[in-house]
């Protein structure tokens, strides 16, 4: 069977996609794909779950969230981020749950601003967090053995145009994000937080 990667196209996408095709068929998906997938548009999910399901397990590292100072961040701005972020990654687990074999999993993304904000990431951290909260209160309710965890990593060594943000914060390569994606697939843990490069 096939592992599902949504957000395949970023940094860590592409990572994930090169580790996981090593052990497993892979399908990568994005915006600009063909299928493509857009978490502003849940029937994007639902029509690719139908055209390629089941799958083995499916791997979430798309979603978008604003990073402004907190008083530049608007109801609209927190809105959007939860929908894209958040609320992207729980439809995706509770639309494809039924497309996913017995004892597959769930991998999600979160982040390391969680417990480390810098200036401007109010709303990341906010989000980000509900991500894990998500993550440990899913997993015991998902049935037939099915396994959900995030992967959350601090400042990725390509995404060079952040690290002004993140001055003081050690970097991690997306090689090394994707080997803990691979973990999270490969593995037997559930409900866990991975912390890559913190």
């Known amino acids: 069977m096939t592992v599902l990667v949504i957000g395949a196209t970023g940094e860590i996408g592409r990572a994930a996609v090169a580790a996981l095709s090593e052990h497993y068929d892979v399908l990568g998906v994005g915006r600009s794909t063909t299928p493509a ?64 074999a017995d004892g597959g999993s769930f991998t999600l993304v979160s982040g390391i601003l ?21 993550v440990v209160g899913a997993a015991p309710e998902l049935p037939r053995g099915i396994r959900i965890n995030a992967v959350s990593p601090t400042v990725v060594t390509e995404s060079v145009q ?26 037997e843990q559930t409900g866990q937080i991975f912390r890559a490069g913190w």
């Open 37 to 100: 997938v857009d978490f502003t548009r849940p029937d994007t999910l639902d029509a690719l779950f139908a055209d390629h399901a089941p799958f083995e397990a499916v791997v979430v590292l798309g979603g978008e969230i604003p990073f402004a100072p907190l008083g530049e961040l608007t109801r609209d701005n927190f809105e959007s981020g939860l929908a894209s972020k958040f609320l992207g990654q729980v439809e995706t687990v509770q639309r494809g749950t039924a497309h996913v």
């Open 162 to 187: 952040y690290h002004g943000a993140f001055r003081g914060f050690a970097q991690v390569p997306a090689a090394e994000v994707a080997q803990w994606v691979l973990r999270s697939v490969a593995g």
């Open 114 to 134: 969680t417990d480390h904000p810098v200036a401007g990431s109010a709303a990341a951290s906010a989000i980000n967090s509900a991500v894990n909260g998500f």
